[in-house]
């Protein structure tokens, strides 16, 4: 049974999906981050967009699975002084983080 990383990773988009789908929008338009706010009327938020960045960039950034959120997944911090470069890379592949 996959995991709720390996399925959250099955359901989202590649990169080069995403610039295809940006394609056609006016290049000065600005984006934001939309997500259930998980109360009972599924409110849906705007969250501004401050950067970007990749897990092969910022090595102290990892998804693990979580009872606390939603999608059963979170972006936590990972102690590379703790563990190895190897058992980093088993971990998961390449992610771009959209909004921090």
């Excluded at 056609?24 to 409110?43: E, F, I, N, Q």
């Excluded at 849906?44 to 997944?73: C, F, H, P, R, W």
């Amino acid at each position: 049974m996959a995991t709720k990383i390996e399925r959250l990773m099955e359901n989202t988009l590649t990169v080069a999906e995403l610039i295809e789908l940006l394609e056609d929008y006016d290049r000065d338009a600005k984006v934001v981050l939309v997500a259930d706010y998980g109360d009972r009327s599924h409110t849906q938020q705007a969250i501004a967009i401050k950067g970007i960045t990749s897990n092969m960039e910022d090595t102290e950034l990892v998804l693990t699975e979580t009872a606390y959120s939603k999608s059963g997944v979170e972006v936590a911090e990972y102690d590379c002084d703790d563990h190895d470069n190897e058992e980093l890379e088993q971990l998961q592949c390449e992610v771009v983080f959209i909004g921090l």
